[in-house]
């Protein structure tokens, strides 16, 4: 807790460094997007293998193949739910704070957005949806860092992992074991942060002006309004119809925690 607080700190900083840097100095912070770019790339670099890796240790140790097909399910039906709630009260928020209230789209830059809106996925069917999530490549499913198909495999890579009982259990450990690197580098990772952080803002605030702070904050807020709102309301009623108390479950994730502030991420 106390390394999040210094995080915290450190990254609040960074951005108030980098709105001066585009302030006065908006030469400089126009080329410094690349600082911030090169962190959320280190952040992607790692999601595909940690994801691979937790769900097949997960299952992998769960034993029972019907045990894990019954939490499975559970699972599913708990995140829809959930996931549903969760983007409600995500809506409410912006509704009520209007993040983009302020922004005025002629002032914004424009440019070709195609590359982003043409292709195959203009035209997918529900039916091409779903064919799109098994991997043809599992190696190019990683390089690209497509989480459905990276989590289909690992679903499937974790059961039959399972299936091997005693004879896999050296592999799971060591799956195990490569897991916890990698949660090491995530928390290398996060002491980019901050520098990723007075990039981006430096960057910001350079090419579109002080005025964006205000909408940026905005945002920021209902971002953090929402989570605070899903956590202790929503979160706090599930752990405690599951019996356990919500405190003990943050304080058990607060790596991942120190995850999520350091990428903005919810």
């Known amino acids: 807790m106390r390394l999040l607080k210094n995080m ?14 585009g302030l006065f100095w908006p030469a400089v912070g126009a080329n410094l997007e690349l600082l911030g770019t090169t962190f959320i790339k280190m952040v992607k670099m790692v999601i595909a293998p940690i994801i691979f890796l937790t769900i097949v240790v997960g299952i992998s140790r769960m034993g029972n193949i019907r045990k894990v097909g019954k939490v499975g ?10 996931t ?7 809506l409410i928020v912006v509704h009520i704070l209007n993040p983009g209230m302020g922004l005025d789209p002629h002032k914004m830059p424009s440019g070709d957005v195609s590359q982003f809106t043409s292709g195959t996925s203009t035209h997918m069917n529900w039916g091409q949806f779903f064919l799109n999530i098994v991997p043809e490549n599992v190696f190019a499913a990683f390089a690209q860092g497509d989480i459905l198909q990276v989590l ?8 039959g992992l399972s299936a091997l009982d005693e004879k896999g259990k050296p592999l799971v450990d060591f799956f195990d074991q490569v897991s916890q690197v990698f949660f090491k580098i995530i928390g290398y990772i ?3 942060a901050p520098v990723g952080a007075f990039g981006a803002m430096a960057y910001t605030i350079s090419n579109f002006g002080l005025q964006t702070i205000g909408p940026l904050i905005k945002l920021m807020l209902s971002v ?3 989570m605070a709102l899903f956590i202790f309301g929503v979160l706090m009623i599930i752990c405690k119809l599951a019996g356990f108390s919500l405190f003990t479950y943050l ?3 607060k790596d991942e925690i120190l995850i999520v502030f350091g990428t903005s991420s919810s």
């Not at 399910?73 to 959930?82: H, Q, R, S, W």
């Not at 289909?152 to 059961?159: A, M």
């Open 152 to 159: 289909f495999f690992s679903i499937l890579f974790g059961i």
């Open 224 to 226: 953090y309004v929402t």
């Open 84 to 90: 549903t709630i969760a983007l409600i009260i995500g």
């Open 190 to 192: 996060m002491y980019a």
């Open 8 to 21: 915290t700190f450190q990254v609040v900083v960074a951005i108030i460094a980098g709105i001066l840097v």
């Open 73 to 82: 399910g559970k699972a599913l039906i708990y995140f829809e739910i959930v």
């Open 251 to 253: 304080r058990y994730i």
